[in-house]
Nanobody, 124 residues
């Protein structure tokens, strides 16, 4: 049984930084792609960033490009999201996701496993 557990969320002020972590268990990362999505109440879950199994292949939503960095440590079965220059509009529940193929997708339905989410609140 695959599990994903996010951590690192919290309440910060605009301009601050946070690093989210997601540790996965139950199956080796193998060649799986990993991603971060976020969701605000009343809105659809949206893609934030993804990283393929191939090192260096990363993808970002335009709204976070240049501020967020996704990385992975396959030995630790962990994916990270470094978030800098946070804005109030980054406030959301952040979810990590995993799909059993090497390539990143921006579509939620293409992911096989999800974490429970971690809350990020950015005050102005």
């Amino acid at each position: 049984q695959v599990q994903l557990v996010e951590s690192g969320g919290g309440l910060v002020q605009a301009g601050d930084s946070l690093r989210l972590s997601c540790t996965t268990s139950g199956r080796t990362l193998s060649s799986d792609a990993l991603a971060w999505f976020r969701q605000v109440v009343g809105k659809e879950r949206e893609f934030v960033a993804g990283i393929s199994y191939t090192p260096g292949s990363t993808y970002y939503a335009d709204v976070v490009k240049g501020r967020f960095t996704i990385s992975r440590d396959n030995a630790k079965n962990t994916v990270y999201l470094q978030m800098n220059s946070l804005k109030p509009e980054d406030t959301a529940v952040y979810y990590c996701a995993r799909r059993q193929t090497p390539m990143v997708s921006t579509i939620t339905d293409n992911y096989d496993f999800w974490g429970q989410g971690t809350h990020v609140t950015v005050s102005s």
